[in-house]
């Protein structure tokens, strides 16, 4: 029940397509959705982040969409490009915070 | 978005030695840290919930007197890797905060 579901396990977009990352959890607790980026070598950093009370939220290139009925949620990333090859990492915690449980991640490879 | 500093960022040890990795949160003060494990191409693995003030608690399946865990104040938890073998070798990674976690940088820990 603790568990975030994270699917592809790898991705390869052509530039200027459109990612398509998605992530499942069962945990009805959870109330905050972030998504992390993670370039090779280093920590992974926020990239957006939603809350259940809102369906979609669009940051620049980047849109999660929340389905909580089904209790999905998805990464869009539009007009892809070789600089978002990284490794891409759902999460989500409970209200208040404390332990994030992270998807198990999605390596996006962009060819330019 | 608030940082996290991990000191070193590479370390190369000998087999039997302890290495001491230092993880800081420059602009805020964080009373819960956490230190995670990654192995290459793979997902975050929780290590322990570093606690200011108090003991750390750690995941099922982590040796918490090899992995010693001090969070003595409100900017600084460290991971000690006591004893270390070639099979400590990975990437370790530290992040704080309540619902967005900012992680440092990341610790390469190499033991010959």
């Known amino acids: ?112 | 978005g608030a940082v996290v500093s991990q000191h070193p960022s590479w370390v190369i040890c000998k087999s039997g030695t302890s290495v001491k990795i230092e993880c800081r949160s420059l602009d805020f003060q964080a009373t819960t840290m956490f230190w995670y494990r990654q192995f290459p191409k793979q997902s975050l693995m929780l290590m322990a919930t570093s606690n200011e003030g108090s003991k750390a608690t750690y995941e099922q399946g982590v040796e918490k007197d090899k992995f010693l865990i001090n969070h003595a104040s409100l900017t600084l938890s460290t991971l000690t890797v006591t004893s270390a073998h070639p099979e400590d070798s990975s990437f370790y990674i530290c992040s704080g905060g309540v619902e967005t976690q900012y992680f440092g940088p990341g610790t390469r820990l190499l033991v010959l």
């Open chain 1, 1 to 112: 029940q603790q568990q975030v579901k994270q699917s592809p396990q790898s991705l390869i977009v052509q530039k200027g397509g459109i990612s398509i990352i998605n992530c499942a959890y069962e945990n009805t607790a959870f109330d905050y959705f972030p998504w992390y980026q993670q370039f090779p070598g280093k920590g992974p950093a926020l990239l957006i982040a939603i809350r259940p009370d809102v369906s979609e939220k669009k940051e620049g290139r980047f849109t999660i969409s929340f389905n909580k009925s089904a209790k999905q949620f998805s990464l869009h990333i539009m007009d892809s490009q070789p600089g978002d090859s990284a490794t891409y990492f759902c999460a989500a915690s409970p209200a208040g915070g404390f332990k994030t449980i992270f998807g198990a991640g999605t390596r996006l490879f962009v060819k330019a």
